[in-house]
C-alpha cells in the first residue's frame, strides 16, 4: 500500500507561481512511477505530469509543457509539481498517484494509477 498526501494548493494570481507537494509513505517512493493529475467540476480527471520513476522519464500534457516542472526529493518521500506562468484554467483540484510497480514507462491514463491522494484546489485569479 501506498499513502499519499497534497499539500501546497492556494489562490494566486494569474502569472505566479506555485508549487505544490505530495507526501508518499508505504512503498520505496524511488522505484514507483507518480503523475499528477488534475480535475474540475463536471469534467473528467486530466493528465498534467508523471514519471516512470525518480529521476526517470517525464511526460507533460501539452498545456503544460514549458511551464510546470515535477520533480522528487526522494529522502523527504515527497513529489512535487513546480507551476510557473499560472493562467486562470489551470484552476483545479490536483492530485498525486503513483502505480503499483515499475513498468519502464510513463503512462498518462489515469486508470492505471494505482494510489491517489485526496487533493489539493489550486485556484489562479485573473
Known amino acids: 500500500q501506498v499513502q499519499l498526501v497534497e499539500s501546497g494548493g492556494g489562490l494566486v494570481q494569474a502569472g505566479d507561481s506555485l508549487r505544490v507537494s505530495c507526501a508518499a509513505s508505504g512503498r520505496t517512493f524511488s522505484s514507483l512511477p507518480m503523475g499528477w493529475f488534475r480535475q474540475v467540476p463536471g469534467k473528467e480527471r486530466e493528465f498534467v505530469a508523471a514519471?516512470?520513476?525518480?529521476?526517470?522519464?517525464?511526460v507533460y500534457a501539452n498545456s503544460v509543457k514549458g511551464r510546470f516542472t515535477i520533480s522528487r526529493d526522494n529522502a523527504k518521500n515527497t513529489m512535487y509539481l513546480q507551476m510557473n506562468s499560472l493562467k486562470p484554467e489551470d484552476t483545479a483540484v490536483y492530485y498525486c498517484a503513483a502505480r503499483n510497480r515499475f513498468y519502464g514507462n510513463v503512462n498518462t491514463r489515469s486508470d492505471a494509477y494505482d494510489y491517489w491522494g485526496q487533493g489539493t484546489q489550486v485556484t489562479v485569479s485573473s
Open positions: 514519471d516512470s520513476r525518480s529521476g526517470g522519464t517525464t
